[in-house]
């Protein structure tokens, strides 16, 4: 299958998606999450070629003390992750994704390193003439790295081009009552020398009482015919 010229984009902000760094290249992206809670989450991704990476994650850093003190056993976890994902293409329109983050928490209640664990299989579907990408799929983590609720759910994810190829809307939601269960409503702009800035508004999804508050991404792709994350592609990493 031929590679095709992507602008590469970590994520559709939470939503993980069937796309990897190009063959050695190095992909970095730094996102904040501003509310009642704030966090960093740190991602960096090396390409081994066949539609296969691997990089680490620092997840979860907390910016300030929480607004709102959290609810016993509700104390946000920070953590050290290796994150892996292989992608299949079964023809032009249509990608598969499956991956993982694996790694250690140390911020709990008991101040205990612990493990933690996320998967996910995701499908998406390109329009290919400027009508945008969806996305579906669906994720099972340890409650070290989801927290409270559920440990199995769905995700769900878009991309429409306002202006092809500068400014585009996103959007992706994450089903469920845990602690990663939010929906976020947003943009990305293209910015020179393949850096890309994206902000959005958060909202909790039915039922997991979590907060309000904005997700700004700043995005180091790692090649523009990299096959990838682009504003044609979506992201990995629920926070």
């Known amino acids: 299958m031929t590679e095709r010229e ?9 939503v993980p998606v069937p796309a990897v760094a190009a063959e050695d290249k190095i992909f970095f992206q730094e996102q904040l ?26 997840f979860n850093v907390s910016l300030y003390p929480a607004v709102v003190a959290p609810l016993p056993g509700d104390v ?10 292989k992608v299949f293409e079964p023809n032009e329109s ?3 994704g499956v991956g993982t983050q694996q790694g250690v928490s140390a ?21 290919h003439n400027n009508h ?7 994720y099972i983590g340890n409650p070290m790295y989801t927290g409270k609720g559920n440990g199995v759910g769905w995700m769900l994810g878009c991309e429409y081009p306002l202006v092809p190829d500068k400014v585009h809307v996103i959007a992706d939601w994450i ?7 939010v929906a976020v409503f947003g943009a990305v702009v293209e910015l020179p020398r393949h850096w890309q800035l994206s902000a959005g ?25 990299s096959r990838g994350r682009g504003f044609s592609d979506f992201s990995r990493g629920a926070n």
């Open 76 to 85: 946000a976890r920070n953590g050290l992750l290796i994150n892996m994902q």
């Open 132 to 138: 945008g990408r969806y996305l579906a799929g669906a």
């Open 33 to 58: 999450n501003v509310g009642t809670v704030g966090s960093s989450n740190t991602t960096l991704d090396y390409g081994l070629g066949n539609n296969f990476e691997i990089g680490l994650n620092v």
């Open 201 to 225: 508004a958060q909202v909790p999804s039915p039922g997991s009482q979590n907060p309000y508050g904005l997700v700004f991404e700043l995005t180091r792709t790692a090649s523009n015919k």
């Open 6 to 14: 992507t602008l590469a984009q970590q994520n559709l902000f939470n």
């Open 94 to 96: 249509w990608e598969i």
């Open 107 to 127: 911020t709990t209640t008991s101040q205990k390193t612990e493990y933690m664990g996320f998967g996910w299989t995701v499908v998406e579907y390109d329009t």
């Open 175 to 181: 089903g469920g009552t845990n602690q990663i269960s």
